[in-house]
């Protein structure tokens, strides 16, 4: 489990977002939780605004979204989350490994430097290559430092090197066909020669015509050439000296480097960016709050969830990655929460007291505040699973829609840039979708309900999906208990 990092930046994952949210100052309210289904309604209308204005997303570029934009200069603000997604996938670490949490924009970490420079080092490369294919991935392969070469060939190859090494006429002088590497001691050729068979995995002939070594027939030893001067151009122009890349770096035993990080087996078939269901207004429809009745009535009702003072859920974190860790909600109505998920790192906590919300992990403590600490609370109302008190006439029916197997009524509210789905048989809640004004531009975060139980007399749905462009992950409960004493010191920030 030592990609246990993962699991921490999952977890943070939506609090990542709505920090995101807080860049610009952008004092955007978010309501970005299944929560405002059930609990929410009130308080939206109060500080209702025309959310839905404008909501075709329009893409900024990346300098005017964010504030320290230096390598993503002219590109599309979009464009930047997926790349630290990619990064992060990329060097198998968090957020944090290269920024001070919170703070995107400073510099004070030093891997956030060399990222940018390893940016640079990428861009170099495909422009002398005009390929596409060098990426973080393909050198990193999930870990903050590339793997050197294996342990056993350096003590082959060193030996190679001093048996060579009374040979230091050039090697033009003793080969027939040399052109990138004039001046190097002939040697050190049978030692070099025998690197590029080791990182890209294959013999001699690959590039040769066997016995006729000087021959430029293979386009393979063509290629080569052209690979030996782009570490020179990377040493010269990156690293301005030696440089740490070399064949292996980059190929890591195969001809054809990877760029791309394989999809993992076992992952959800369910592609990360799901379509919203196609609406349609046929046949007639019930009113809002007919609607909204028939959900209340089939989660049980106001009064069975009167009778829930605290909640414990237990089951795991799951991401399409494949990554998982145990998970554990505390939850005290009427908003109070306490999310702990363990990993070998020390576990990363997640709580909101009802009116503090705090995040503890393998970076330390910190306070939460403004949008972030508002999404804690709806999440806290959302796990609570507490009874509606809508004010029906901010939502409105805007017809039918197919999830899967299932027939839904799709209803919008008003309020908020909030999009819910409720199953025509059932009556039950089963996605809801909701636009976010990330500094990108807007996004949307969809949240998927599944497997509803019955406990104590209302229905909690045992699965919840969250997805948004570029990242999803779900939150699975194989037990849930109620009304057991929790202190309510539980939900206090830990004096440092
Ligand atoms: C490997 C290092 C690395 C990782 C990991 C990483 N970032 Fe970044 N991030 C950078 C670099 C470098 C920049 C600056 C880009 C530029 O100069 O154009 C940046 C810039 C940003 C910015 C813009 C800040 C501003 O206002 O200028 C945000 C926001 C951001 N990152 C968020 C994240 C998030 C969220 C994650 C985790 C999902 C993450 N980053 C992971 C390296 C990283
Ligand atoms: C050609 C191979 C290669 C590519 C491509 C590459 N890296 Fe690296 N990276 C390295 C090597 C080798 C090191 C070890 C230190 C050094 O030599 O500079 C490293 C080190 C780093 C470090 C410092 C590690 C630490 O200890 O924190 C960061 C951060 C990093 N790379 C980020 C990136 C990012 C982001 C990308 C994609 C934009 C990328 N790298 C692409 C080879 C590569
Ligand atoms: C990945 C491609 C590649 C592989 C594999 C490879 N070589 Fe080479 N070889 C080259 C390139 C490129 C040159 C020319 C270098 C130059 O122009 O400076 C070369 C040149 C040579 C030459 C000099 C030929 C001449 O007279 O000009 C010899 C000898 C040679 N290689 C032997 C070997 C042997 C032996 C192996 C297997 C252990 C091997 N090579 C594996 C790419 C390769
Ligand atoms: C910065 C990363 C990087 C480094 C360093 C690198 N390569 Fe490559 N290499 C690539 C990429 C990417 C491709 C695929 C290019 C393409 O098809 O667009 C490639 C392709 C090749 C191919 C063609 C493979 C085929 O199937 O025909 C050969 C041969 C090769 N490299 C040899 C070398 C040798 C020898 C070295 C060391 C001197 C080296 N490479 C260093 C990235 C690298």
Known sequence: MKNYKHLVLIAVMPLTLLIALDFQGMH???????????????AQQDKAGPAREGSQPQAKNAEEAYKNIQIFKGLPAPGVMRAMSFFTTSLGVDCNHCHVAGEFEKDDKPAKQTARKMYEMVRLSNKFLSSNRVSCYGCHRGHAKPEPPPEAWKTELDEMRRKGEEDQRPAEQVYKNVQTLK?????????????????????CTYCHVPGEFEKDDKPAKLMARKMLSLTGVIAREIYKGPTS?????????KAQPVSFPPTPAGSSAKPAETKPPEITRSGPLPSASQVIESYQK??????AFAKLTTRVLKGSIKADSGFTAPLEVYVKAPNKLLMVMQTPGGGATVAFNGKTAWQ????????????????LKSLAQS??????????????????????ERDTY???AL???IRMYFDIQTGLLLRQEEEVNAPEGKTKLTVEFEDYRELDGVKIPLSRRWTRPGFSFTHKFDEIRHNVAIDDGRFEKPVQ
């Open 410 to 412: 799709v209803i919008d």
């Open 360 to 375: 503890k992990n393998e970076n330390g403590l910190r306070e939460m505040t403004g949008t972030e600490a508002e999404f």
């Open 183 to 203: 001046g190097l001691p002939a040697g050190r050729w049978t030692m070099l020669m025998t690197m590029f068979t080791k990182s890209l995995g294959v013999d």
């Open 415 to 417: 309020s908020a840039p």
């Open 28 to 42: 955007v309210r978010v309501k970005a939780s299944a929560g405002t289904m059930m609990s929410g309604f009130r």
């Open 383 to 404: 796990f609570a699973g507490a009874g509606l008190d809508a004010r029906l006439s901010n939502l409105e029916v805007k017809g039918k829609a197919k999830l899967g």
């Open 245 to 253: 890349i070399n064949c292996y770096t980059c190929h890591q035993g």
């Open 298 to 303: 089939a989660v049980g009702g106001t009064a």
